[in-house]
């Protein structure tokens, strides 16, 4: 599903370069639950946004579903981004004057569909996260969890290949990671892709496979055989 061979990534500032990535090459299937783990300035953001379409690497190549994505225009990237992930943001990242049935709804306005077609797919999508009695309340009527069940529903909404979620946990208390790490884990018994950065060990850890980044190279990439699990 995911192919990166040889990517890399250079930023240019004044006369000096800086190597956020160097030649990275991963593979990563449909079904799995993979965390990008390493310290601050390892790489992890710009590995997720040449994941996640938002980026393109300055060498090397990257498939997505079998497709070439290092040579997608600006178009065919937006296009992209919006059929096949979903992002999941540390700051939630909804609409503070909107409901959670019409944040969640919002990707699917750039898809196409009907107002109808809309909020039946956005209430499906709230049920999977067990929040569809929340659905007129906006944001600040909702508690840091279920804002982030609400961004989690809104990344779903359309069906992704991939959910990409960056510190999906960073805004929040410890017994609301638990519950958002508990949802992960059933969106991924339900076979969905999942990709989560995180800069926290114990978080990683909630995923199946782990890859460490350290100044932009893999440090390392193993199955976790010790999976958390959330009480
Ligand atoms: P992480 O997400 O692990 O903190 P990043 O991918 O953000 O790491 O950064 C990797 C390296 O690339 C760092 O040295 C960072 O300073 C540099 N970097 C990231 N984005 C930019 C940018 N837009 N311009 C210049 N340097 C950048
Ligand atoms: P960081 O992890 O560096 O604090 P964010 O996670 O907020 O940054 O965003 C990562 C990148 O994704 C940014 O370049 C941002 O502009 C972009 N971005 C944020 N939301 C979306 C979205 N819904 N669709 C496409 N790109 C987005």
Redesign the pocket.
Known sequence: MIETHAISRTYKMGNQTVNALQSISISINKGEYVAFMGPSGSGK?TL??IV?C??TPTSGTYMLNNKLVSEMTENELADT?NKEIG?V???F?LLPRASALENVALPLIYAGYSKSEREDMAMQALENVSLADRYHHKPNELSGGQRQRVAIARALVNNPSIILA??PTGNLDTKTSYDIMNLFQELHDKGNTIIM?THEDDIAHYAHRIIRLRDGLIEWDRKNDNVNRAK
Do not use: I
């Open positions: 953001s997720m946004n996640g938002l980026d981004r992002f943001f540390q700051t990242n960056d510190e950065v």
